[in-house]
């Protein structure tokens, strides 16, 4: 006859709200009720237990297999705020409903909809996010603990305060696609992108050895007085679209040796034999006293003048150099096979181009060489940036970069307010157990 009692075990569901700031809000409309030890859903309902003011109904598991039984002589006994779903379910959900605050692509609305909570819910965790936002401003890090990646990508995009144009420069891991470094400047000079990239390279693990970005001088200046070995991928926003250069970069004790290769976008795209150019200078690391030697005689501040004069033409031919090396560099070929992720050139090629090709190979295998961070980044700054105070370039750097934290480590939400806010919304505020509290009401 115990058989017969089993089966009338139902599930038990139960309307769940919440008394917050903004008033009552409904959470789940049919919350399962499972025991928190084992998870299973065989439980009963087992009368009430005193809170504070009230009292809130209880439940006990009904669950034979249950391991609270091993050494307790009766099921265990719970209320919904202690229950399984409650304590596993909420602290998920709130994860879930974070990143996607941090993703910004979503209303309110529809993450109410798609979570089957309330938008006042919604809008309330909103207003927990932003305040934990704030929070974080002082911690001025991006990541809590060093990184994977040894890959990275630099992006840029700008925005206007009071009319003036201010860049947000901001370095992405390739492997956890996390934003390792950020900076908001009037200018994007060398100081700058150098700036960018020893913070990119302290918050990873090992040191960044490729570096991929737009075509922009500062970078590449960088990028060569780094006077460490790297690698080098420069695809332009501008036109051509279709042609990316690499350059691998090489020390041999006073002097760099650049290798650069000319390759379509599309060169790690699809399986095939790829044509490529590529050509190799030398440079001496140490060949500076170049102005000593430009400054007139007498002139003790001829200096600025000769600068002058002298950089002009430098840009241009940095410029017009840049995809050189397809109407110049000598031709090779390589055999690709992205779904391998391999790539295999002739015994002829030079180790610089193949080990380049290959590095690059990893990063783009199956994918066109180019970016799509920055725009990711001003659907960020459009939708977020304006909901923040007084914009200065220091405040805006902290604001995105507390953004930036949150969304590289959603399980932060656990260490600071919103949780504990959150959580007190369920606890202190009282949980409205609908079906006992209406009965009692009405
Ligand atoms: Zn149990």
């Excluded at 919350?31 to 009430?48: A, D, E, M, N, Q």
């Excluded at 890959?151 to 995009?157: G, K, L, Q």
């Excluded at 150099?321 to 109407?327: G, N």
């Excluded at 990063?363 to 920055?374: D, E, I, M, T």
Aim: one cysteine or more; glycine letters at 6%.
């Amino acid at each position: 006859m115990a058989g017969r009692h089993k089966k009338a075990i139902k599930p038990i569901y139960r309307r769940l709200c919440a008394e917050t700031e903004n008033g009552k809000v409904l959470i789940n409309e049919s919350f399962p009720i499972r025991c928190p030890y084992c998870g299973s859903s065989i439980v009963r309902t087992h009368g009430t237990q005193a809170r504070k003011n009230t009292r809130v109904e209880g439940f006990k598991c009904a669950d034979h297999g249950c391991e609270f039984l091993k050494d307790h002589n009766e099921g265990k006994q719970f209320t919904i705020t202690s229950s399984f779903s409650f304590v596993n379910g909420m602290k998920h959900t709130l994860q879930r409903i974070i990143e996607l605050f941090a993703q910004s692509t979503r209303s309110k609305r529809e993450i109410a909809k798609d979570f089957g909570v309330t938008p006042a819910l919604i809008t309330f965790l909103y207003h927990k996010y932003i305040e934990a936002l704030e929070n974080l401003h002082n911690l001025d890090v991006l990541v809590v603990e060093p990184q994977e990646d040894t890959a990275i990508s630099i992006d840029e995009t700008f925005i206007k305060i009071d009319g003036k144009n201010f860049y947000i420069i901001i370095a992405t891991g390739y492997a956890t696609r996390r934003v390792l470094a950020l900076r908001v400047s009037e200018s994007r000079k060398e100081e700058d992108l150098r700036a960018l990239f020893d913070e990119a390279d302290l918050n990873t693990k090992h040191p960044i050895s490729i570096v991929t970005a737009d075509a922009w001088n500062g970078t590449r200046a960088m990028i060569k007085n780094l006077n460490r070995p790297i690698t080098f991928v420069i695809h332009k926003h501008k036109k051509p679209y279709d042609k990316a250069v690499i350059w691998k970069i090489e020390y041999y004790n006073t002097i760099r040796k650049i290798t650069e290769i000319g390759i379509k976008t599309d060169f790690f795209k699809r399986r095939g034999k790829r044509e490529f150019n590529y050509t190799s200078r030398k440079q001496n690391t140490i060949s500076k006293p170049k102005r000593k030697r430009g400054r007139p005689k007498g002139v003790k501040n001829g200096q600025g003048k000769k600068r002058k004069k002298s950089r002009k033409p430098k840009k241009k031919r940095g410029r017009k150099s840049l995809f050189a090396v397809f109407k110049n560099g000598k031709k090779g070929y390589a055999k690709v096979d992205p779904y391998h992720v391999k790539i295999r050139v002739g015994c002829d090629i030079p180790w610089a181009v193949n080990a380049a090709l290959k590095d690059v190979n990893e990063l783009f295998s199956q994918k066109f060489v180019q970016n799509n961070v920055a725009e990711y980044i001003n659907s960020v700054i459009s939708s977020y940036l304006p909901l923040t105070g007084p914009k200065t370039v220091d405040s805006i750097e902290r604001t995105l970069k507390s953004f930036f934290l949150l969304r590289n480590h959603p399980e932060l939400i656990d260490c600071i307010r919103i949780s504990h806010q959150f959580q007190r919304a369920f606890s202190e505020y009282q949980i409205i157990n609908f079906p006992y509290r209406e009965v009692v009401l009405s």
